[in-house]
């Protein structure tokens, strides 16, 4: 069994910052590229930022500059560093990671989500 927890979402103030943590855990060979989703109401989800096992990084325009993505491969954990939020910004934030299990079965997996909102 693979899981993946978010934490690290909240009631922030726009112009403010906030920090998201993803951990995987489980029956883990290998993390392949991973990656932050956000799904606002009434929308359909979308890519924030993407990390890929060698660090190589991808980003929505909509928060190029304000974001950043990074992962600790020791730790089997993906961050997001997000400032000057936007109201915009307000969403469930996923984490998705592709993992091949112990068995080499590779497939991606979803975190239960984590609310950010951004309101004064």
């Known amino acids: 069994q693979v899981q993946l927890v978010e934490s690290g979402g909240g009631l922030v103030q726009p112009g403010g910052t906030l920090r998201l943590s993803c951990a995987a855990s489980g029956t883990i060979f290998r993390i392949n590229d991973m990656g932050w989703y956000r799904q606002a109401p009434g929308k359909e989800r979308e890519l924030v930022a993407e990390?890929?096992?060698?660090?190589?990084?991808n980003y929505a325009d909509s928060v190029k500059g304000r974001s950043t993505i990074s992962r600790d491969n020791a730790k089997k954990s993906v961050y997001l560093q997000m400032n000057s939020l936007k109201p915009e910004d307000t969403a469930v934030y996923y984490c998705?990671?592709?993992?091949?299990?112990?068995?080499?079965?590779?497939?991606?997996?979803w975190g239960q989500g984590t609310q950010v909102t951004v309101s004064s």
């Open positions: 998705n990671a592709e993992i091949t299990t112990t068995w080499r079965w590779t497939t991606n997996y």
């Open positions: 990390i890929t096992s060698g660090g190589i990084t």
